[in-house]
């Protein structure tokens, strides 16, 4: 079972709000990913992340920013929302040649 | 744009036939792999074939890879009804270790 947790797992906050999306693993992955994905449709990468202190973005631009402080650790922020940015947001882990391990998600609607 | 894309995009059977899903990506790999994605939920890895390999066999999964056409396919022997899910590949685009996603096959197995 895979170690990787995303909190909150729905949120539905009002339009100019900041939110902080949260993801942990426990698995000492060096490697992680911020994915976007909108209902019966594909993923797309937003952000990632080869290690501490390194951050990239991915290939749908994004407006939110993310962190990588901690190994353990890549929370994505939105600093101020929009109904645009209302979407399921899917946060992975990996090893450099292995298979990725997902989040349970984190829906957010923005009204 | 994205890496992958899969063919059909959504697929239909009756329980305990077979189930072929196709993924076509664009830049050169180190591996490919499969994913699974209930109704909504985080990612789970099925297979993980790298670019050296041409078959793979996990219990009821057959996944081959064909380098030259750049493309892969997904066989789901004996389909239940439990394997009802959409389906993605995932590549390390190009050799970045960032996996990015097809665009998915919806499948369905009727009972």
């Known amino acids: 079972e895979a170690d990787i947790y995303q909190t909150p797992r729905y949120l539905v906050i009002g339009t100019g709000k900041k939110i902080t999306l949260e993801c942990s693993q426990t698995m000492g992955h060096d490697k992680m990913y911020w994915y976007q994905q909108d209902p019966g449709m594909e993923l797309h990468l937003i952000h990632y992340?080869?290690?501490?202190?390194?951050?990239e973005k991915g290939d749908l631009s994004s407006e939110s920013t993310v962190s990588r402080i901690r190994t353990e650790h890549f929370p994505l922020t939105l600093e101020s929302a929009r109904p645009s940015h209302t979407s399921q947001y899917l946060c992975a882990s990996s090893e450099y040649t292995t298979e990725a391990f997902f989040g349970q998600g984190t829906r957010l609607t923005v009204v | 744009s994205q890496q992958g894309e899969e063919d059909p995009q959504a697929l239909s059977i009756q329980e305990g036939e077979n189930a072929t899903m196709n993924c076509s990506y664009k830049t050169s790999i180190n591996n490919l792999q499969w994913y699974r994605q209930n109704s909504g939920r985080g990612l789970v890895h099925l297979i993980l074939i790298r670019s050296n390999e041409r078959e793979k066999h996990s219990g009821r999964l057959r996944v081959t890879l064909d380098t030259s056409k750049k493309s892969s396919s997904l066989l789901i022997t004996a389909s239940r009804a439990a394997d009802t899910a959409s389906y993605f590949c995932a590549t390390d685009a190009g050799g970045t270790y960032k996996y990015i996603f097809g665009t998915g096959t919806r499948l369905k197995v009727l009972a």
């Open positions: 992340s080869y290690g501490v202190n390194s951050t």
